[in-house]
């Protein structure tokens, strides 16, 4: 059941590799000095006969500085793979470095890099992980206008294992901020062929953070792949915002 094992490791290396949530595409915010962004969320990917939930995700970000921030995620996998298999488990685990070296101003955008690294936790024998570690190497953009705002990535992962192959992946979302508690925004995602007999994948996502208070905020999302194994993916999650100046983002 080789498809099963490429579908699963697909699914943990987009989004290990890539989240920035409630979107698939990152942004270059940092959080505060010494202040911490903590993101709980769930998440499924449902293809025909097959699905993925990650129950939970966690996604811990720290402001080692006001333009550096360290990462890790992880996530709980469960997945089901056809009628006669299922598995269950820890996912690889994602750490990374987001170096933000031109803050935004009039004219100019904020652009940081964030390299990564997938260190390989899950147990590869069961599809849970990929048993190599992959490197990712985004660079990531914004900029604000008013209540909008647009951000992008743009990079390549290099995969380490024989049934894999390096890829690019580029995301574009476009939020606004509705009331003082809330942003809602869609976007663009798709990457070139992550496994040697797959297509290049594109998807469209729609979501939005509420904020229930100054440390509290509701993550929510839905899509679709367009483009490649077509998917339906839903996200729900708590962001967590503590530490630093108010605990809020710089």
Partial sequence: MRWATLFLSSVIVATVARAGPPFVTDDPEIPPLHGWEINIPLSLEHETGESVVEAPVVDINYGLTSNVELMI??????????????????????????????????QAPQIAVYPQVVIPTGDSRRGLGEGKASYVLPLVAQKSWGAWTVFGNLGGVVQRTSESRDFWFQGVAVVREVTPHLELGVEEYGNSPIDRDEPSSLGFNAGGIWMASETVGVLFSAGRTVRGEQATTLYLGVQLLMGGAGGSPD
């Fill in 73 to 106: 995620e992880f996530a709980f996998l469960h997945a089901t793979l056809g009628e006669n298999r299922t598995e269950h488990g820890l996912s690889d685990t994602g750490v990374g470095v987001k170096w933000r070296f031109l803050k935004e101003g009039p």
